[in-house]
């Protein structure tokens, strides 16, 4: 049975700490799990707000992108890529301030369309945003190590391991 | 039938234009009309690109949150306030830089249920996302005067004209 390498987790982690996108919305990936779970963090700043309080909604579409994202990465061959075919958003709560909680979970990880699932909480445990989104894998596009390898960053470790 | 006053429409492009979170993306709201509006960013590297060389689809979502929103606005009394209750993005294309022209555009205006969808294209007119959002008008949700009055700055001026 394969398990996902913590070392590669780690780097996966610090990849996307460093990506632009994820610099300039404060957002950080915190875990990959065994069978595609993701979580994400995202402390609220007055940058994220709208006028009338509570986080833009954008920001909620983004947290549930990403986490999706990272969902079907965690449960993708290494040698695999994905990229995201459609994003659906529930806004169901507004967060006054604090810290975002984002949870995604594989539903399907089908051969070619995957489906992932999440959840945005505020740091009590109250539902903010349900999201899904649709990933497709695609022959041939760069993986995350290839791409890391082409940004000239260290090699990344193997992905899983057996146990 | 009623007419858009100029002098409200640059008063709310200047107020969407101050919003944060849309000023922090170098989101920019150029136009709205009857229904409709127009929403552009200017896509830079280091900002808003996925090391795969597309913008982050987290961007598009941004720009269908905001582009259906303005269209509801646009047609919307002025007394309305409103709250996204969802938002559905396809990603239809990539685009390795440029501006991103995002037109929004009412699909049906309710008394309480608002369905409004958004295309964003590049500047070549190449089709690269589309969406739709549904947007609640609610009586005791918050206009822009209503933000404005609490900021204590002076109101904007009439939304419609009598023609």
């Not at chain 1, 529930?90 to 967060?95: E, I, N, P, S, V």
């Not at chain 2, 993306?25 to 409709?36: A, E, Q, R, S, W």
């Amino acid at each position: 049975m394969r398990e996902l390498n913590p070392e590669h987790v780690k780097a996966a982690i610090e990849y996307c700490g460093h990506a632009p996108f994820s610099k300039l919305i404060s957002f950080r990936l915190t875990a990959l799990e065994k069978g595609g779970v993701s979580r994400l963090e995202l402390d609220l700043q007055d940058k994220h707000m709208n006028p009338e309080g509570g986080p833009h909604g954008g920001v909620y579409a983004i947290m549930v992108d990403e986490a999706a994202w990272w969902a079907v990465y965690a449960a993708l061959d290494e040698d695999a890529a994905h990229t995201t075919v459609d994003l659906h958003v529930d806004d169901l709560g507004k967060a006054m301030g604090g810290t975002l909680y984002a949870e995604a979970r594989v539903k399907k990880m089908g051969r070619t369309i995957c489906l992932a699932e999440c959840d945005v909480r505020d740091a009590c445990g109250k539902l903010l945003v349900h999201g899904t989104s649709k990933l497709m894998v695609v022959p041939g596009l760069a993986t995350v190590a290839q791409t890391m390898a082409k940004l000239g960053l260290s090699p990344v470790p193997p992905k899983f391991m057996e146990v | 039938m009623r007419k858009l006053n100029p002098a409200h429409i640059e008063g709310a492009k200047a107020f969407a234009n101050a919003i944060p979170c849309l000023n922090w993306l170098d989101i920019k709201v150029t136009d709205i009309t009857l229904g409709g509006c127009q929403v552009e960013v200017l896509l830079q590297p280091h900002k808003h690109m996925t090391p795969f060389n597309g913008p982050y689809g987290g961007l598009y979502a941004s720009l269908v949150d905001s582009a259906t929103w303005w269209a509801i606005y646009g047609e919307a009394d002025e007394d309305a306030g409103f709250a996204t209750l969802d938002v559905h993005v396809d990603d239809l294309g990539m685009t390795g830089g440029g501006r991103l022209i995002t037109e929004g555009r009412r699909v049906k205006l309710g008394r309480s249920i608002c369905v409004a969808e958004a295309f964003v294209r590049d500047e070549a007119g190449k089709l690269l996302a589309h969406g739709t959002s549904k947007v609640m008008i609610a009586p005791n949700l918050p206009t822009i005067d209503d933000v404005l009055q609490q900021r204590g700055e002076p109101r904007l001026p009439p939304k419609f004209l009598d023609v």
